[in-house]
């Protein structure tokens, strides 16, 4: 089993964590303390849940963490969706950097869910 901290969906997440609390900062005062709030909330829900789905070892558990986690991954998306839109990023590398970062975690969460469906727990 691996450290949580050396999977690479955990440093993706938490790359991702560090540019919206960086962008956030530059948001409108409206967006900082509403949406940007719930972003870093939900990205660090995220993070916690990675956590958990590599460490429970219970029949299911891992399935049901990674399920959770791709509800509050989706909120966030939905999230950052709404910061583009309403022009919140200020500059557009950090936004390209966002949605690079974004879809790595996808990828991987969805081949773990995947990958841990097919498995059974030892």
């Known amino acids: 089993m691996a450290l949580t901290e050396d999977l690479n969906i955990y440093r993706s997440m938490y790359k991702l964590l560090l540019e919206i609390i960086d962008a956030r900062n530059a948001f409108d005062k409206t967006y900082k303390y509403v949406v940007g709030e719930r972003m870093v909330n939900h990205a660090l829900n995220c993070v916690s849940l990675i956590h958990y789905a590599n460490e429970d070892r219970r029949k299911g558990a891992r399935e049901e963490h990674l399920d959770k986690f791709l509800i509050e991954f989706d909120i966030l998306k939905t ?44």
Do not use: H, Y
């Open 79 to 122: 999230l950052i969706m709404v910061c583009r839109d309403r022009r919140q990023f200020k500059k557009d590398s950090v936004l390209a950097d966002i949605f690079m970062l974004t879809a790595d975690v996808e990828n991987q969460a969805g081949a773990w869910r995947r990958s841990a469906a097919r498995k059974p727990e030892s």
